[in-house]
Structure formats: structure tokens, C-alpha cells
């Protein structure tokens, strides 16, 4: 294929990504799938269901395709939008049942902030487990006779798609910066400045995760942000003839910018989101006693924090600092052992995060109450 070939249909999935893009859910057929087939389990979104169709080439399997509507797995499940009951729907309504001599479905990890796997077992007889986090690890994951990796359950993010969630984010704020500036500056400024900050963003994603993002330095970041971004824009508006002034300006709209995008782990868990840091902290606490050491929540957990202690048979929280909060542990734990916790001793029982999606997305919106009993840890 050529390279423009390539590059094309690359920019456009790259920029689409932003918007929720759904494709019919149901049954498909990957290859030439046989009763033995592995079943695998995906959202809606086009450009994933695309993606896993050109990764599972060559292979034979059968992918459901449940209602997450139209948004990407991750996204969908910490959001509400893709539940158990979406996959109990897609396992009734698609016919799989009829079409393989097995019982055995395999969840996205990614998706287990929001679908619950204990129940689509009891409710289908389906025996559910968690893939990879990623979809490039399936591959891998089938040739090893369908066993997950420990690295495979870690959520990578290379510098590559980093750039690429770069461009996500900085193509449409560069254009509307671009617009919205023409008429203060004039079109060689704006365009001076709209390009600024684009390359403040691509420089931010690059950096991600060494700068802060939380905590008192975290202004740090916003700032030397915003400073940069007015020092290329004046420096671009000079050499282009303008005063320079149109410098600071677009700085602080940069500011304004910078905080948007590192609030933005409140749509895409990875970073602890600035705004809903902000005296709305909590922790993830581990209630010994409760624990049995079933390990579901070792299987869902994103950033490798909880670890099988092998001679108590119970898990701990190994690598708290790497937590993300995400939710995924405790709302697959059997024993209800995971919780979270507020500073101020506030607590959010696993009941209420199972029905609010209480994580990191929902934890600004979801009231808690002050008068919670307390539990020991
Ligand atoms: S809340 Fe923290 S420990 Fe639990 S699954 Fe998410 S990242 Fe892992």
C-alpha cells in the first residue's frame, strides 16, 4: 500500500477518535470460526471493532460486539455505558449459543470498571474471563493457548500513542484557537499562536507521565505551559512582523487550555484528574479480614498495584502510588475487601461504586455521605 495510502485512513481514525462513532453490535465472524472458536468480547466503537479485525487477521474467532454506544471500551465502562447487562444482551440476542460447542467468553479487561463478571456468569451459564488490556496483545494471547501475560495486564502508554493522543486534542483546539484569535490579533498572530499551542500540547503528551499533574507542583506544569506557549507565540508574532504582545494572550489562553487537558483523566482513566483532585481525594483501602485471596481484582487491575501475597493467600495494595482509581478491583471483588476512602474518613462502600460507576469519572459527581460507618483496613 502506498504511503499516502496508509497515512489517510491513519489521520482520519487518529482524529476520530474524539468522537463516539458506533457500529452495529452483534455476532461477526473473524476468519472462519468453528464451534471451537474463541469468543471475544468488544464495544461498539468502530475504530476498536476496525482495529481488532486487522490485529485478529488470519486468525478464527468469533467476536460479540455489545452496546457500549459507540465509545471506546475503557471510556464506556467507567462512564456506564457498557454493563453486564449490555454483554448478557448480546449473548441472548446474537445466537453465539447455537453457533459454538463452548461456554467460555472472553471480557476485555479494560471493561471490568463496569461489567460485572460474577453476574454475567450467573445470569447466562457462560463461564466469562478477562483478556488483555490491550487488543495488540491478543495475538499473543491466543497463540499461548489463551492465557494473559502479568504484562499484558498493565496498561502501556508508548510514546508513539501518546503523540497520537496528541494530535487528538491539539488538531481541533489549534483550529478553534486559530478562529477565535483572528479577530484580536490578526491571521499571522493567531495562526502564530494556534500553532504554539499545539506544539505545547504535543510537548505535555510527550512528557506524560514525568510532569506533575497532582499536587501542589502540579501548577508547575500549567504554568510553564502557558509560559512557553506565550514565549513561541510572541517569538512567532515578532519574526512575523506583529509586536509581540499577541504573546501573553494566547498564554493565558494556553492556561486555560492546559487545564482542560490535564483534566483528562476524567475521561480517559490514566492520569489522578486535576479537578477532581481538588479536595476530593480518596484512597483505596484493602480490608484484610474480608479478603480470601480469589485475586479478581489482581486480574482487573490496570497499573499491576495489587499483588498476590503467596504465604498469606491474601492480596495487598504493593504499589498504592500507581493507583489510578479506577474502580475496576473493587467492583469485581467477591468479598466486597476493597473500598475507597476519603481524607477526611468518608467512606464509598463497593454497593455504591457497582451502582454509580463511583471511580475516578464519577467520584466529582456522586455525593458521599458524612455519616458512612466507618471500616477497618
Ligand atoms: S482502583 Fe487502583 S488498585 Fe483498583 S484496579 Fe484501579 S488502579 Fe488497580
Redesign the pocket.
Known sequence: MTLPGRFLPWLRDTLLRMFPHATRPGLRRIGRPGPDAPVLLTGNFTLTVARLERVLAGRDAWLLVADSHGINVWCAAGGGHLTHHDVIAVIRSSGIGERVAHRRLWLPQLAATGVERRVVEARTGWRADWGPARLEDLPAFLDRGERVARRERTMRFPPWERLEMALVWAAPTTLVAAAALVPLVGIAAALAGALSIGLVIFGIFAALPRLPVEGPRRWLTYAGGALLAGGLAAGADALLGGSGHAGWLLGAATLAMLALSVDLAGTTPWYASTINSAGNRFD?VLDRERCTGAAD?VR????D??RMDGRERKVRIAEPEA????????VQCPEDALFFRFADGRVAPPAQVRATRMNMLGRRAVPVPTDEAPRSS
Open positions: 483505596l481484582c482487573v487491575c490496570p497499573r498495584v495489587l493507583c489510578i482509581r479506577c474502580g475496576a478491583c473493587v
